[in-house]
């Protein structure tokens, strides 16, 4: 067996409303919010998420590494 460190989750939970909120914060222009809400409740928010990168209208900066 291996020795694995696991850390917490130390995300909050949030509500399909407070991810839309989220969502629009960042740019996102929803015109169906109550839509969105309810297909947020069926699916996961991350995996939603990877289908916004098309969406971008700018690139995103890319995080320096450490190394």
Do not use: W
């Amino acid at each position: 067996m291996s020795n694995m460190n696991f850390s917490p989750y130390t995300k909050p939970f949030n509500s399909p409303y407070q991810l839309v909120v989220h969502m629009q914060n960042k740019g996102l222009q929803i015109q169906d919010p109550a839509q969105a809400e309810a297909l947020l409740a069926q699916i996961n928010y991350y995996r939603f998420k990877i289908y916004l990168g098309a969406c971008r209208t700018k690139p995103v900066e890319a995080k320096k590494s450490l190394v």
